[in-house]
Structures are given as structure tokens and as C-alpha cells.
């Protein structure tokens, strides 16, 4: 069985890694979702094993987020917020400064994949308003998106495996890494400015207010004022919780539930609506991963 489970581990990985193999409609999820049955069809786990292996705890905690995310897009808070904070840029290196932090801490607290396919339409509509160079500012999205969501237990799915397993508390976690966070913010600002010095001669420019309205043409900015009345105050409160869960005994997966719950239950979005937007193909590659590693592990 050990054998088999080297096999599979290797085949799985390989369909990860090499998403397009000659002859196969494979990709990440599906490869994962192929290793977990295999697993159990050559019966290195049995079913009930398979079923333990998948850590719960963290499905709950993103599928909570997922819901409380969905909504928060729907009503285009972060449409919101990425044209109001930017509108306040005059010059390229302050827009690229805006843009690393807004990113950054948005990713802490928000899962950090999200907000780069968020926040990615709207730079690129600022960037071209402005008329300046849209690539140093989407490198540094990314890169900045992965340096804040480093910085608390719900900013990645690596760091909610990490956090729920070793019992650090969220206060705890984000006061360890907070400091390296930011100062990997302002790395990234400094080493983009180098590599791309022609893209900040440019004295100063002026974001045109016009240019960030939702219009037919401008979709991305589109918000609803209404709805966010209800989703904001649910994310906020969710946010206070994850600091008092020790203090209020319960944990962070709980609290992102009830907040999914709260969102779907009082939010002005239908909840078929939002539903439909969570990332249901990430939350299977996750559980299937899960049953993977613990074949690999299980010894004779």
C-alpha cells in the first residue's frame, strides 16, 4: 500500500503542478479530486478514513469567508474601496504606495486570492485614466496581496490550516506577523520603484472622478450603498469576534459561519445569488488535498 500511495501522491502532484498534459482535460482540482478517490479505490484509506482526514475546521473557516466575500462583491464594497482610497493618488509613486498597502491589508483580512481578482479590473481602469504603465502596479498587487494575507489566520488557506492546528490565537498570530508584513509592504514598494524608475519620473497626475464612476462602460465600480449597510456591519462585527474568540470561547470557523449565516439571512443580495459565487472548486481541491497527504503519511 505504501507504493501505491508513493504513486498516487506523485500522479496527484504531477496533474497540479503540469496542468496541461498531453490527451487530458486536467487541472488542479480535478487532479486533487483524482488522488483523493485513488486513495480510497486502492485502498491505501477506507472511506471513513478518508472522510476523518479532511480537516473540517478549516472548510468551515473558508467557506464562511467565501459567503461573507461573495456578498461583499456582489455589493461592490471593494470596488468601493479601491477607487475611493485610489482616487486620493497624485502622483505614481503614491498611487504605487495606495495600492501595496490597501492590497496588502485587504488580504489580511480578506482571502488574499479574491482580492487580486477583485481589486485587478479597477487598477487597470485607473492606470489607463492616468495614462501610466499598468505593470509595476499589478506586480505589485500580487506581490503585496501575498506579503498582507501572511499577516492573520483568515488571510490564506495555508495560514488557516496553520493557525486552527497550532491553537495561536488570531490577536497573537497578527501581532507576530504584522510587523513583517508591513515591512515586506514597504520592500515591495521600494524594489518595484527600482525596477521600473522610467514609470515614476511623472511628476504628478489627477485621477479623474469621472473616470471612477460606474457607468456601462466602467462596470467594475458599480456599488450599492443600501446593501452595504447590512454586509459591512456583518464583516466588521465577524472581524471584532475573530480578536475575542478566546475571550468568548468560540472558534474562529464558528464565527465565520454565523457571520456567513448573518450575511445570508439579513443581507439585501438574494442568498441563491451568493451561493452560487463561492468558490466551490476550491473548497473541493482543499478537502481532496487533505486526503491525499493523509494517505501519503499513513504508515503499513
Given at each position: 500500500m505504501q507504493y501505491a500511495a508513493l504513486i498516487i501522491f506523485i500522479l496527484t502532484y504531477t496533474g497540479i503542478i503540469f496542468t496541461r498534459l498531453p490527451k487530458m482535460n486536467i487541472d488542479?482540482?480535478?487532479?486533487?479530486?483524482f488522488g483523493a478517490v485513488s486513495m480510497v479505490l486502492f485502498g491505501v484509506l477506507s472511506f471513513d478514513e478518508a472522510i476523518r482526514a479532511i480537516d473540517f475546521n478549516t472548510i468551515a473557516l473558508l467557506l464562511g469567508m467565501m459567503i461573507i466575500i461573495s456578498t461583499l462583491e456582489l455589493d461592490g464594497f471593494f470596488s468601493?474601496?479601491?477607487s475611493s482610497t485610489l482616487s486620493y493618488?497624485?502622483?505614481?509613486l503614491r498611487l504605487l504606495t495606495i495600492l501595496t498597502f490597501v492590497t496588502g491589508i485587504?488580504?489580511?483580512?480578506?482571502?488574499?486570492?479574491?482580492?487580486?481578482?477583485?481589486f485587478t479590473p479597477v487598477i487597470?481602469?485607473?492606470?489607463?485614466?492616468?495614462?501610466?504603465?499598468p505593470l509595476p502596479y499589478l506586480i505589485a498587487e500580487i506581490l503585496a496581496s501575498n506579503v498582507g494575507s501572511a499577516m492573520t489566520i483568515t488571510g490564506n488557506p495555508q495560514n488557516m490550516l496553520i493557525g486552527l492546528n497550532s491553537g495561536i490565537s488570531y490577536n497573537n498570530f497578527l501581532l507576530q506577523l504584522l510587523p513583517v508584513s508591513m515591512a515586506g509592504m514597504?520592500?515591495?514598494?521600494?524594489?518595484?520603484?527600482?525596477?521600473?524608475?522610467?514609470?515614476f519620473k511623472k511628476q504628478s497626475f489627477q485621477v479623474k472622478t469621472s473616470s471612477l464612476k460606474p457607468t456601462d462602460a466602467n462596470p467594475e465600480f458599480a456599488y450599492d450603498f443600501k446593501s452595504m449597510r447590512t454586509s459591512v456591519p456583518i464583516f466588521i462585527l465577524v472581524l471584532l469576534l475573530f480578536f475575542l474568540s478566546n475571550t468568548i470561547h468560540l472558534s474562529i470557523p464558528l464565527i465565520?459561519?454565523?457571520g456567513g449565516s448573518l450575511i445570508l439571512l439579513l443581507g439585501r443580495i438574494k442568498p441563491s445569488k451568493v451561493i452560487r459565487q463561492v468558490d466551490w472548486v476550491l473548497l473541493l481541491f482543499f478537502a481532496s488535498l487533505f486526503i491525499v497527504v493523509r494517505g501519503f503519511e499513513k504508515p503499513d
Open positions: 488542479r482540482p480535478s487532479a486533487a479530486f468601493l474601496i479601491a493618488s497624485s502622483t505614481p485587504s488580504s489580511a483580512f480578506l482571502v488574499n486570492d479574491a482580492v487580486v481578482l477583485l487597470i481602469l485607473i492606470c489607463r485614466s492616468v495614462k501610466v504603465n514597504a520592500i515591495i514598494v521600494l524594489v518595484v520603484k527600482w525596477m521600473y524608475p522610467s514609470d465565520a459561519l454565523v
